[in-house]
C-alpha cells in the first residue's frame, strides 16, 4: 500500500503557525501570522497601518504526513519540485523558505499542540524531481542529507532563528508586498501555482535593524 495523507494542508497549518511562532518568539516580541490576498493583506489600508517600519519574512509550507496505517511509527513528507524553485527564489529576494510537517500518524493524535518538523528549501536543485523524507514521530529523519539536496533538517529551535537572522532581509512593507504578489524576478509565481504557503513577518524594532 502508498502512504496516503489523512489531514490537508489548511487543517495542518493550524498545528504549525503555533509550532513555528512558538519557536521565533524567543527572539522576536511580534510575530505576525498572514495568509496572503492581494487585495486584503496586500491592500493599500495594509499597506497604511505598517507605515515606514522595516519587516521581515518568512514563508511556510505546509506539508500533509503520509502513512500507510494510523499506528504507523514513521511519516512520509514530500517537497514537490515547484517547492524547490520557491526556495531558490526565496534565497535571491531574502525572504527564507520553510516547509513543516506536524507528527501524526493518525487523526486522533493531531491538535494545535502536536510537534511538528521543519526543514529549509535552500537550495537550487537542476532538474523536476520531489524530495521525499521519512521522519519518526519522534522527529528523526529516516534519510541521510545527501539523498535530499536543497533540503536542510530536520531542524532545531536554534537551526531556525539562525536562519531568520542570517536570511530574512528587512524590507519596507511595499518591497515585501511585491516579493509574494509578483510573478516576475520575486516568489509569487511560485507561490501562486497552486502550494500556498503562510507567512509570518516580523516587524524591525528600531535600532535593530541586523540581528
Known sequence: MNATSFISEHTAEYALVRSLVGVLSRQFSTIIPIYFWATREGSSIAGRGVGQQNVRVITAYARRPKVVNPDD??????????????????????????AGVPLASGLLQFNIETPCSWFHINGRVPGDRDVEIRISLSGEAQDSDSSRPGVLGPLTADDLLSIVQSEARAMPWDVAVDCISSGEGGIGGFFFSGYRPFYLVLPVQPGREAL
Open 73 to 98: 511509527s514513521i511519516v512520509l513528507m514530500k517537497i514537490n519540485a515547484l517547492l524547490l524553485q520557491a526556495g531558490a527564489a526565496g534565497l535571491d529576494v531574502g525572504i527564507p523558505v520553510l
